[in-house]
Each structure stands twice: as C-alpha cells, then as structure tokens.
C-alpha cells in the first residue's frame, strides 16, 4: 500500500459571511495524481492555497509526510504551485525567469539554467530562451508558467486549472507532461474542469460543491458508483423540449451536447421504446446510440444533485 504524502482532515475556511470550505477531509498517496474537482465557487482554490501556507484554515489540520525545514514547516524546494491567477515577469527573459524560480525554490544557478534548458528543449521553446515572455502566445505563455513551477522537481506539486488556454493538441501534450512528472516520482493533486483529461490523468477524484466533498474515490469505483444509469445519446432534426423529455420515469437528466445531440441519463434497465416514440413524435431522431458512463456524466449529474437537495434543505 502507498504512503500517504499528505493527510487534509476536516479544514474549514470562512471569508465574512461565505464559508469556502467546509470541513474537508482527504488524503494524498505518494506516487498519484489526484484530482481535485467541482464547480466554480466550489472551494477548491481555496483547499489549495490552504495546502500551501498562503492561507490558514480556520479548524482542521494538514499534515505532510515530507522533510521538515528547521522551523518546522515544509521546504518549499518540496512543493510545487502552479496558481490559478498566472503571474510571471512579462518583460524577463524566458530562461533567465526559469532560472530566477528555480533559485527561488533552493536549486543552485547552475542546476537551474541546465534544468531550465531541460525542460525549454521539452516544450519546443529552446529557440525562444532569450526571447521576452509577453512575445510569447498565451498557450506558451501557459507552457513556461507550468515549468516554472515544477522545474525543481518537487516532491508535491499543486496544479490549478493546468490546461488552462491551451488548444486540444498542447492539451494532450501536458497529460503526457503530467504523467511523466508523476513518473519522475512527483506526486500531483491537480484541479480542472476538462472531465475527459482528468479521467485519463486521475488515480482518484474528489468531488467538491459548496466547500464540501459530495464524492470521492478511484475513477473505477466512481463509475460503479454510477452504473445505476446509462446514457443514450439522440440525434434530432431540429429542437427537442427537454423539460418534457424529462418527466418520464425512465429519465434522470437530459442535457443537450455541444454537437446538437441530446445527452439522455436513464436508469439503468429502462425500456426506451416509450421514451423514443414521444421523442420521435416530436422531432425526427436520425440516430441513436449508448455510451459508457463519463466522469463528465457523473460530474454534472452529483453537482446539480448536491445542488438542489442543498437549495431544498434551504427551503425547509
């Protein structure tokens, strides 16, 4: 069984009258990546600044497995933060920002610049070292903001939102970066709202809504969580009433896709015949087909359940 490289139990955080997180517990195994998710406002940046020592929690305690510097905190050469908000020297120099970071971080000069020019050669930006960063694209841009913060190679490292302005292609190229970083034996807690990256990426997931966990565990054991409904997705010529599609039984949400299909969550073992045929008295269906329950199902499907039993208790 893996070590446990960090231990969160119950930490809560108020600001005025908002509390941002809310008891939260969770622990982090040396060697995975874990995934740390939930919608805008759900307290997730605020569980990582905690993480970090950039703000303390109210109750709670969190506790790393990691060497202790002499006042007893951890060393920051062994943690790794790349900030939702990105704030590097526009006007520095490419590599010499990366050398300045990673001295920051305890690395001498000269381990620095070879790592620094390690990792440029890694991202296609060696051409481009001397080169200002405001002259860079946001995605690269983005590129050296996360080198930046893991070129020291930290036992921990913290990533918020790492996919951020980044197209599909550079996007697969940092699932690939990520792993490898976990590889080189960095663990990772990350936080995304790209679903389908971080189901490839995650050893586990914590689900987070209103400061609190609603779900937390392995992606396997998530989707058996979830294997009480399944999804059919619907091709349709023109629009679909879904408030009326989802009245039937059978339905526990429906949503419509970016490509224009509608996403239909069934309980598992329903008939769709009844359901079909009032759809297709509506709208033509040209195509019909089911899927595999996704971490993005599941995802929208326990937030706007937490959502909602959370808005009733408010009510009651």
Do not use: C
Not at 55 to 61: A, C, L, Q, R, T
Not at 74 to 84: I, M, N
Not at 147 to 154: G, K, N, Q, R
Request: no cysteine; net charge neutral.
């Amino acid at each position: 069984m893996l070590s446990k490289i960090l231990e969160v139990d119950g930490i809560t955080k108020d600001f005025q009258s908002v509390r941002a997180v809310d008891r939260l517990s969770f622990q982090v195994h040396e060697g995975e990546i874990f995934a740390l998710l939930g919608p805008n406002g759900a307290g997730k940046t605020t569980a990582a600044r905690m993480l970090l020592g950039i703000v303390k929690p109210d109750s709670g305690s969190i506790r790393y497995a990691l060497a202790e510097g002499a006042n007893g905190r951890v060393r920051a050469g062994d943690l790794g933060y790349l900030p939702e908000d990105r704030g590097l020297y526009k006007d520095m120099p490419i590599q010499r920002t990366l050398v300045y970071m990673g001295i920051l971080r305890g690395m001498t000069r000269q381990a620095a610049t070879a790592a620094a020019g390690t990792w440029l050669e890694k991202i296609g930006l060696h051409d481009r070292a001397s080169d200002k960063l405001e002259t860079l694209s946001k995605g690269n841009q983005q590129k050296v903001q996360f080198v930046s913060s893991i070129l020291h190679a930290p036992a921990f490292a913290v990533l918020d939102e790492p996919f951020s302005g980044l197209d599909p292609i550079n996007q697969d190229f940092f699932v690939e970066v990520i792993r490898s970083l976990r590889d080189g034996g960095t663990t990772v807690l990350l936080s995304a709202h790209q679903m389908d990256l971080v189901e490839r990426l995650a050893d586990r997931v914590l689900l987070m809504n209103h400061g609190r966990e609603v779900l937390q565990g392995t992606i396997t054991s998530i989707k058996e969580k979830a294997r009480s409904t399944h999804t059919v997705l619907v091709t349709v010529d023109g629009p679909a009433d879904l408030d009326a599609i989802r009245v039937f039984p059978a339905v526990v949400e429906a949503e419509r896709m970016t490509d224009g299909r509608l996403a239909l969550h069934l309980k598992k073992g329903e008939r769709l015949n009844e359901l079909l045929a009032a759809v297709a008295s509506k709208v033509t269906i040209t195509a019909v087909h089911s899927q595999p329950v996704t971490l993005h199902e599941i995802y929208v499907q326990t937030v706007r359940a937490d959502s909602a039993r959370q808005h009733q208790e408010g009510r009651s």
